[in-house]
Nanobody
């Protein structure tokens, strides 16, 4: 059974940094892309960053230059490094991947940025 678990969220002041982690169990990220989404209160879930199985990355315009998505060599971990955080980055952040035709989501980790 594939499971994703996010960690690393918390409260940080504007301009600060956080690194989110996403650990997969029951499978690996080898051969699969990984995405980070976020959902702020009262808003729709939005794609923040994506990395393909080949390592190609893509970002939402709102986070370009500030966030970096990556995967560990062992490929059972993915990260989202978030720098220069802004209050509008406050949201629950979710990890997502597709493995063997299945669509998997973590439970989310809360990020709160104070001004």
């Amino acid at each position: 059974q594939v499971q994703l678990v996010e960690s690393g969220g918390g409260l940080v002041q504007a301009g600060g940094s956080l690194r989110l982690s996403c650990e997969v169990s029951g499978s690996t990220f080898i051969g699969s892309g990984v995405a980070w989404y976020r959902q702020a209160p009262g808003k729709q879930r939005e794609l923040v960053a994506h990395i393909t199985s080949g390592g190609i990355t893509d970002y939402a315009d709102s986070v370009k230059g500030r966030f970096t998505i990556s995967r560990a060599i062992a490929n059972n971990l993915a990260y989202l490094q978030m720098n220069l955080l802004k209050p509008e980055d406050t949201a629950v952040y979710y990890c997502n991947t597709h493995i063997s035709g299945g669509d998997y989501w973590g439970q989310g980790t809360q990020v709160a940025v104070s001004s």
